[in-house]
């Protein structure tokens, strides 16, 4: 087996954000605003505490690496905390900001190469600067690809205007991570946290419909898109889309049925439930399925390795999904990432 990877940990950048919090703190206390709005007070009041008593874990590197070795992960991705999309930027602002993440992501990485991998940031709001943003991360950094959200502002990722991005991102081979931040619900989840249990697979299953009904898979077969939290709702009520496909001309905008894109992509092991583990290697298939924990935060799992092995799959299939899928995937990245600036 390869060696075991986590493809879903998070990085806090704070001199990222204190940057942005001086240059626009009008648009950074209306985004507070509107998180408020879509989490409500309770659950504010609940997260930052969690966040804070992880500041360690979300930014040293040598805790980080203790903490793989009690989960036994051999290897991280490590990903920016979603709160560093910065949806609502302008655009020069949103630029400077992908690529001060991407300098800090790897940067962080490079404290120990061996163990760790990073992905960096695009301005999805902007499609026109993601080509840039994307080159400076894989090409510019050695970044094995970029994290991205479910949506920003009126960019989805069935959007005319992504094209280029999907057709670069496909010509590198480089790694998508889709990671929503937020849900467009906004306040009918403002409570029992709901704006993440059910708002995160919400978002999910959207931006891959999204993916999968414009056509984008079509298109750009050689894409490499991870989603997290299991694909959320998606690959669990994939008949559905299955059957609007068949009978629907307006959701004929795909050329196979929606079910065998899933074979398409790769999705974490966030899921929190082994039947749940089970079902999304029957629906998605063994070789697409990678381990993932959302380190550090509390939706995600402190026994990745521990809850995959318990799910009741087959050897092979465990193997696989704790480290094989993933070092193909990284694999694939590779030459594109091969001359890096420091």
Do not use: K
């Not at 954000?17 to 648009?27: N, W, Y």
């Not at 760790?116 to 902007?126: I, N, S, W």
Request: glycine share 8%.
């Amino acid at each position: 087996m390869s060696a075991v990877t986590d493809v879903h940990a998070h990085v806090l950048l704070p001199t990222l954000h204190a940057e942005i919090e001086r240059r626009v703190p009008e648009l950074v206390a209306e985004a507070a605003a509107l998180e408020l709005v879509r989490n409500g007070a309770a659950s504010q009041a609940v997260s930052g505490p969690m966040v804070g008593a992880r500041i360690p874990r979300l930014t040293d590197v040598a805790v980080r690496l203790a903490q793989m070795d009690a989960q036994g992960v051999d290897r991280q991705w490590v990903s920016a905390s979603p709160n560093h999309f910065y949806p609502w930027a302008p655009e020069g602002l949103a630029v400077w900001a992908a690529m001060e993440a991407n300098r800090l992501v790897a940067a962080h990485v490079a404290q120990a190469p061996d163990r760790l991998v990073g992905l960096g940031l695009v301005p999805l709001q902007h499609p026109s600067r993601m080509v840039e943003s994307l080159d400076d991360a894989v090409l510019g950094r050695g970044l094995a690809g970029v994290e991205i959200s479910s949506f920003a502002g009126d960019v989805e990722l069935s959007d005319p205007r992504l094209e280029d991005f999907w057709a670069r991102a496909a010509a590198l081979r480089c790694v998508v991570f889709l990671h929503p931040f937020g849900c467009s619900l906004d306040e009918r989840l403002d409570r029992f946290y709901l704006a993440n249990t059910v708002g995160q697979p919400v978002e999910n299953a959207v931006a891959i419909s999204h993916l999968i009904f414009a056509g984008v898979l079509d298109r750009h077969p050689d894409l490499r898109i991870v989603a997290a939290h299991g694909g959320g709702y998606l690959p669990t009520v994939i008949g559905r889309s299955d059957h609007a496909w068949r009978v629907r001309p307006d959701a004929h905008g795909c050329r196979d049925l929606p079910s065998s894109y899933l074979r398409r992509m790769w999705f974490d092991t966030v899921v929190h439930d082994p039947v749940a583990l089970q079902r999304l290697v029957e629906s998605v298939g063994s070789s697409q399925v990678v381990l993932g924990s959302d380190y550090p935060f509390d939706m995600g799992s402190e026994d990745p390795v521990g809850e995959v092995r318990a799910a009741g799959l087959p050897d092979e299939v465990v193997d696989r999904i704790l480290g094989d899928n993933a070092a193909a995937l990284l694999a694939a990245t590779e030459p594109a990432r091969g001359g890096v600036r420091g």
